[in-house]
T-cell receptor, first 114, second 114 residues
Framework: GEDVEQSLFLSVREGDSSVINCTYTDSSSTYLYWYKQEPGAGLQLLTYIFSNMDMKQDQRLTVLLNKKDKHLSLRIADTQTGDSAIYFCAESNPNGGGSYIPTFGRGTSLIVHP | NAGVTQTPKFQVLKTGQSMTLQCAQDMNHNSMYWYRQDPGMGLRLIYYSASEGTTDKGEVPNGYNVSRLNKREFSLRLESAAPSQTSVYFC?????????????FGQGTRLTVV
């Protein structure tokens, strides 16, 4: 199976909260990330959480980590049309050489409609 | 701040042609990466360079070669392009340290092989 899994699509109404979910398999994951990709652009880091944390909040974004279930979520409060994008979950852990190379999920396309 | 710069932004190749994708970063990062992005597949690691002078294979290295020219530059070469290599290619860089794990991405190179 895949190392990082996430659903492919999410549709929400403007002003509602969005919750994007992700599961991962590697229990040694050290960092878990959320990246955002707007159409025709590269990936932009939104936030990341260290594996010894349960929650991280940054303005409208809340990240929750359940290490026992290997489940990560990203909540966007008061979702706006500008939040429409693809959101990638990623994890990294030091491999044999000590490198923290991000491994990505397939991405969730968030569609925000009026 | 240029960040990570990729050239070219778009390219069309005929099957069997060769080309080199260029990537440069101005953040003094130790590590650089090449990913490919295909619809519904997320980002898959082709090659990475943990530090100047080293390169290693990622998940999908077949058909590609890389060169870490210096600390700033990391190029990806397609020796004999195939239609299966039609994709969007992203270069990224990071300090690749436990306290500084964020990867920064370029804007991508959209390659079509006909």
């Amino acid at each position: 199976g895949e190392d990082v899994e996430q659903s492919l699509f999410l549709s929400v109404r403007e002003g509602d909260s969005s919750v994007i979910n992700c599961t991962y398999t590697d229990s040694s994951s050290t960092y878990l990330y959320w990246y955002k990709q707007e159409p025709g652009a590269g990936l932009q880091l939104l936030t990341y959480i260290f594996s010894n944390m349960d929650m991280k909040q940054d303005q409208r974004l809340t990240v929750l980590l359940n290490k026992k279930d290997k489940h990560l979520s990203l909540r966007i409060a008061d979702t706006q049309t500008g939040d429409s994008a693809i959101y990638f979950c990623a994890e990294s852990n030091p491999n044999g050489g000590g490198s923290y190379i991000p491994t990505f999920g397939r991405g969730t396309s968030l569609i925000v409609h009026p | 701040n240029a960040g990570v710069t990729q050239t070219p932004k778009f390219q069309v190749l005929k099957t069997g042609q060769s080309m080199t994708l260029q990537c440069a970063q101005d953040m003094n990062h130790n590590s650089m990466y090449w990913y490919r992005q295909d619809p519904g597949m997320g980002l898959r690691l082709i090659y990475y360079s943990a530090s100047e002078g080293t390169t290693d294979k990622g998940e999908v290295p077949n058909g590609y070669n890389v060169s870490r020219l210096n600390k700033r530059e990391f190029s990806l070469r397609l020796e004999s392009a195939a239609p299966s290599q039609t994709s969007v290619y992203f270069c990224a860089s990071s300090n690749n340290r436990r306290v500084d794990p964020e990867a920064f991405f370029g804007q991508g190179t959209r390659l079509t092989v006909v």
